[in-house]
């Protein structure tokens, strides 16, 4: 795949290794990552965009969050639910967690928002990151697969009226962190922090302005916030997303920018490492006109090629891959062999090198 030269070539100022061509990642990809499916992304994406845009507040929302329930309880999980309610009405923020074997007490945040704007499906903001969510989360559910680290699955709503769902699981939850309840039961129902990744549009890169048909230079962008107070801590998230995406997605590179705005990461960024993923830089790019189909009546299933859904799915190979290594997954007698925080193992077959911690380390050119 070609890159994005102009903006790309500041992402890899932050790594010390060359970036490879994501056609080659299939040799090194994690099991779990070739267990995703991608009729199965797809199909959920046609079912949610099925119940409408799901606006917070509307019995399509409603709906949507019943079947997201089934479907997460078919997977063996037991869904959480949190009611937000604000002045446009009620709905519900919905998660699951697969617990941790050695550090229940601490997870890695998964997510992106069921609600959407338009009157159309919201088919790709964001029926795309709920997808992914339930493809990562189906793919880790059964028993044989286990992570040292947990991780919760989180699908938010009230995204588009300013992020209320996750604003309010945070004041809710922040100072839950940790805390064993009941005391000696090797319980954490808020494990502390340690990564949230959310996914918002993942779809549709066909240039700026858009042209018909998925641009060869299209790409995953990953955002940080470079003012944040976890902007160091965000900047090594991001970059262990980047080589995540060298090492298992299959078609689309990615690359990373440093003004995350407008979505539930944002919210976390005060507490935590806080990313989002992708098609495009939010405020450069999406905010700019990238996608007509945003926040319009054509956010439809039917308006989204092949290549578009790939892209989508490209992101959800890269987000698995990553949780991979970050949290010492492993399935049955398989190991992922590197130990929590190290990105040698995969890396190196690759012959990539990441930094531990490169504190301080911005890039340009997203503002």
């Known amino acids: 795949m070609f890159l994005k030269p102009n903006r790309t070539l500041l992402a890899l ?4 290794f060359l970036l490879l061509p994501c056609n080659g990642a299939q040799a090194a990809q994690h099991p779990l990552v070739k267990d995703l499916d991608f ?4 199909d959920n994406i046609e079912t949610l965009a099925d119940f409408g845009d799901r606006l ?5 929302n409603e709906n949507s969050v019943d079947w997201l329930d089934a479907e997460l309880q078919a997977m063996g999980y037991t869904p959480e639910r949190m009611t937000v309610t604000t002045g446009s009405g009620t709905a519900e923020n919905i998660w699951v967690t697969k617990i941790g074997t050695t550090s229940p007490d601490k997870m890695y945040i998964v997510s992106a928002h069921i609600d959407g704007l338009g009157g159309g499906g919201a088919a790709d903001d964001d029926a795309s990151g709920v997808s992914l969510v339930l493809e990562l989360a189906r793919v880790v559910a059964p028993a044989d697969v286990t992570t040292d680290i947990s991780i919760r699955f989180v699908l938010w709503n009230y995204e588009e009226q300013g992020c209320g769902g996750s604003a309010l699981y945070a004041e809710e939850r922040v100072d839950l962190q940790g805390i064993e309840d009941p005391p000696g039961s090797g319980l954490y129902p808020e494990p502390t922090w340690l990564g949230m990744i959310q996914h918002d549009m993942i779809l549709f890169d066909h240039g700026l302005p858009p042209g ?14 470079a003012s944040a107070p976890f902007a160091a801590e965000s900047l090594v998230l991001a970059q262990q997303l980047l080589a995540g995406n060298v090492a298992h997605s299959t078609d689309y590179p990615a690359e990373i920018g440093d003004n995350m705005c407008c979505t539930d990461s944002r919210i976390f960024d005060n507490y935590t490492a806080a990313v989002s993923v992708r098609e495009n830089r939010r405020i450069g790019e999406i ?11 054509t956010d439809v299933f039917e308006n989204f090629s092949e290549a578009d859904f790939r892209l989508g799915f490209n992101a959800a190979q ?6 991979t290594q970050l949290l010492s ?3 049955g007698l398989f190991s992922d062999s590197f130990e929590t925080g190290d990105t040698t193992s995969w890396s190196s077959s690759l012959g990539l090198a990441i930094p531990e911690a490169p504190r301080g380390q911005l890039l340009a050119g997203d503002r």
């Open 212 to 225: 018909p048909d998925q641009i060869p230079e299209a790409d995953i962008d990953i955002e940080y916030q």
């Open 287 to 297: 905010g700019a006109g990238s996608n007509p189909h945003w926040h319009r009546s």
């Open 318 to 323: 890269m987000t698995l891959g990553t949780l």
């Open 329 to 331: 997954i492993e399935v």
């Open 39 to 42: 009729q199965r992304f797809k």
């Open 13 to 16: 100022l932050a790594l010390p």
């Open 56 to 60: 917070s507040g509307t019995l399509g």
